[in-house]
């Protein structure tokens, strides 16, 4: 599916900026409450370097994820439908070619 030759509208960006902080916001919070759970269970200082290492590799995946820098909001939207953290309902208002384009991209 080509990418480049799509133009997005200001509304449609929004759209796309809206949905990526409700899928952060779903995707961090999970995040707290396995921290949390992880947290309680340390007895020692490897299970400490393991929760460290963990961390480390969650926010290497959450921080460039959700970098709405991103110059093809198709795939991260997809990507965030496939991994559960956003719906398609919340895309409403794209142009029904995008919402296709992530639809068909998140089955794959």
Same mark, same amino acid.
């Given at each position: 599916?080509?990418?480049?030759?799509?133009?997005? +509208? %200001? &509304? %449609?960006?929004? @759209?796309?900026?809206?949905?990526?902080?409700?899928?952060?916001?779903?995707? &961090?919070?999970?995040? @707290?409450?396995?921290?949390? /759970? !992880?947290? +309680? /269970?340390?007895?020692?200082?490897?299970? @400490?370097? +393991?929760?460290? $290492?963990?961390?480390? +590799?969650?926010?290497? $995946? @959450?921080?460039?994820?959700?970098?709405?820098?991103?110059?093809?909001?198709?795939?991260?939207?997809?990507?965030?439908? !496939? %991994?559960?953290?956003? %719906? &398609?309902?919340?895309?409403?208002?794209? &142009?029904?070619? !995008? !919402?296709?384009?992530?639809?068909?991209?998140?089955?794959?």
């Amino acid at each position: 599916m080509e990418q480049k030759n799509t133009q997005w +509208s %200001e &509304t %449609e960006k929004q @759209i796309a900026r809206e949905a990526l902080k409700k899928a952060y916001v779903k995707e &961090t919070e999970a995040l @707290i409450a396995e921290i949390r /759970q !992880k947290a +309680s /269970q340390i007895t020692n200082i490897d299970d @400490i370097w +393991s929760l460290n $290492d963990y961390l480390n +590799s969650k926010r290497y $995946d @959450i921080d460039g994820k959700y970098d709405d820098r991103d110059v093809t909001p198709v795939f991260v939207l997809a990507q965030l439908i !496939k %991994e559960g953290w956003l %719906e &398609t309902s919340q895309l409403a208002g794209l &142009t029904p070619d !995008k !919402k296709a384009k992530v639809t068909a991209l998140a089955k794959m």
